[in-house]
């Protein structure tokens, strides 16, 4: 199957754009055009992410997403995928989010902070483990810019994974302190117990998803480079945020996380 021209990419990649400034949704892309591969999709995220960079943002990370049966179960793909994380997406806990949200969701994450650089391809778990210079307790905030989030893998691929926002604890703990496959986690939305999970729903370990993005990337020529922020992947399902909630993460050995998503305006 041919790959899309660069002015189809171009375009596809300007309609999700200006669904984020517009906060209107648009329809699945493969309705349109159900031809799309995922090579297609990650050409269309890299160039939204060039777009972004080019108006100022800086590449703080990068996010491993549908890494858990759960989350594949969900959305309904049978892979992980990956997007960037650049500088506007990062917001300070405790603090309300202003940002503009379409119909977000949330998901407590272990995010790793890189010491050194990991590039694939042949990286192993014993290469990541060395490259984690610490880990926090996080929640990312996913979001879609397609409709009802009726997303198959191609177009949550081209919609940057779907991210939308990431609040990181400010606990770091040495990979060496804790065990990620058996660290458990309580996720609470205002108060109320909305699930639990442990680090081995994602790919068995968290470690195993940075090692997948390591040798998934770079073929593509990316490297994860000191200082950046991985998220590895939900330990839950995700679960709907409204405005004026307060959704608080803890998880055993790394302390709790908190966000709070800023009221309706009026």
């Known amino acids: 199957m041919n790959a899309i021209d660069t002015a189809t990419v171009g375009d596809l990649a300007k309609r999700l754009r200006q669904a984020y400034e517009t906060g209107t949704p648009i329809d699945p892309l493969v309705d349109e055009r159900p031809g799309l591969t995922i090579t297609d999709a990650y050409r269309i995220q890299q160039e939204q992410v060039r777009s972004w960079v080019e108006a100022g943002e800086t590449v703080k990370g990068h996010k491993v997403g549908l890494s858990s049966p759960a989350m594949q179960q969900q959305m309904g793909v049978d892979q992980p995928d990956f997007g960037h994380l650049t500088s506007g997406m990062f917001h300070l806990e405790h603090r309300p989010i202003t940002a503009p949200l379409l119909q977000p969701r949330i ?21 990541a483990a060395r490259a984690v210079e610490f880990v926090l307790p ?12 009726k997303i198959s893998i191609v177009d949550t691929v081209a919609d940057n994974a779907s991210s939308g926002g990431v609040v990181l604890g400010t606990k770091p703990t040495p990979l060496s302190a804790v065990d990620l496959r058996l660290t458990g986690c309580s996720l609470y939305r205002s108060g109320e117990l909305l699930g639990t999970g442990t680090g081995s729903a994602v790919l068995g370990s968290p470690l195993n998803a940075l090692v997948w993005l390591a040798n998934t990337i770079g073929p593509l020529g990316i490297s ?5 922020v991985v998220l590895p992947g939900t330990m839950t399902q995700a679960f709907p945020v409204r405005p004026g909630e307060t959704v608080v993460a803890h998880m055993d ?3 709790d996380v908190t966000a709070v998503l800023a009221p309706e305006s009026e």
């Open 253 to 255: 050995g790394l302390g």
């Open 224 to 228: 994860l480079e000191p200082g950046h």
């Open 107 to 127: 998901e407590p994450e272990v995010a790793f902070v890189l010491g050194r650089e990991l590039t694939g391809p042949g990286v192993t778990v014993a290469d």
């Open 138 to 149: 996080a929640l990312e905030i996913v979001d879609s810019r397609i409709r009802d989030w």
